[in-house]
């Protein structure tokens, strides 16, 4: 592989991701490689994903330097250019980075020489009832000792909004889309569908859609299943609901999953990738699918999805759910999908719930 641009995203809180990221300076120094930190801060202000990239100069390899957290952020700048992403494990857990930091010379060289395979992973994407915004009120709590919030997220320009279908969001999300509630003394109350059909009312602290890759993140904790990384589904769970079914459900990429919130609910925040993105209002919905686009990651190696699992979770019960409302059905089913939904196959009739 060519490698002519890279950009590096490093967890500057910590050493050693400090000094590989020299190592990585020094390589691309010596193979003429441009070479451009990708800072999520400029001016007192927060990039968005798109000026991230632009600001790294349209790069071929988006090279992490941290733990799952910061491939998070370097998966979200990667997979809006179509560039390559390369974990160096410098976490505590490390289910998505790839290579330990002693050997971060030998991946770039791997990478270099083409000796790597790429594993694409499955992205999701948003449509909203309207666009997601933060209050100011809000704003200052959610960002206190983290600097700045991500901007709101934008309108898709290559998508059609529609009455029907909602508003396309420019984001994706590799681990999962979380709705949960803003008020510790009150849970948010969501109608919740799978292709349009009214699955159950919920009423919990949480309700997060998860990819395969995002299975082993929040999902498993609030008592989600594992999911191979290889398979393609989204798993949806809700988390400390009031209800005796409190299992999750996992369906096929091409079922896309809406959450409602009800009128008698309180107000909803939304987060991507544990990002704060948003708050819904009760009437508000978002709809959650796989996203057009995938994540195209390095692996220099047979993964041993399994092994690590073994070696660094420590497998928990899952905590129960709740159900409440009735809301109409969401996805529509009178009128085509947008053109971005058209690699989903939906329902083609009306269902009587």
Sequence with gaps: MTVNRLGLVVHGGRSEAVAAARTVREWCAEHA??????????????????????AAGDPDLVVTLGGDGTFLRGARLAAADDA?????????????????AA??????????????????????????????????????????????????????????????WGIPLNVTALNDVVLEKLARDRQVSVGVYV??????????DALLVAT???????SFAAGGPVVSPRAEALVFTPVAPHMTFNRSVVT????PIALRVLECSGSAAVSIDGQLRGVLDPGDWIGVYAAPRRLRAVRLGPMDFYGRLRERMNLTDAPAAVADGSPAPLWSVTTPPPGDLAHLTLLTAPIAQ
């Design 84 to 100: 390559l992403v390369l974990g160096i494990d410098l976490g505590r857990v490390g289910f998505l980075t790839e290579v330990p």
């Design 33 to 54: 490689v441009r070479c451009t930190d990708i800072d999520v801060w400029h001016d007192h202000g927060r990039r968005n994903s798109q000026e991230e990239v632009e």
């Design 103 to 164: 050997a971060v010379r030998s991946a770039l060289d791997a990478v270099r020489e083409d000796r790597l395979s790429i594993d694409s992973r499955m992205l999701l994407t948003l449509r909203a009832s309207r666009r997601l915004e933060v209050p100011e009120e809000l704003e200052a709590w959610a960002k206190y000792g983290r600097g700045p919030l991500l901007p709101p997220p934008q309108v898709r320009p290559d998508c059609e909004v529609d009455a029907d």
């Design 212 to 218: 395969p890759t995002g299975s082993t993140a929040y």
């Design 252 to 255: 096929a990429p091409d079922e």
């Design 195 to 204: 292709s349009g059909r009214l699955l159950a009312s919920y009423s919990a």
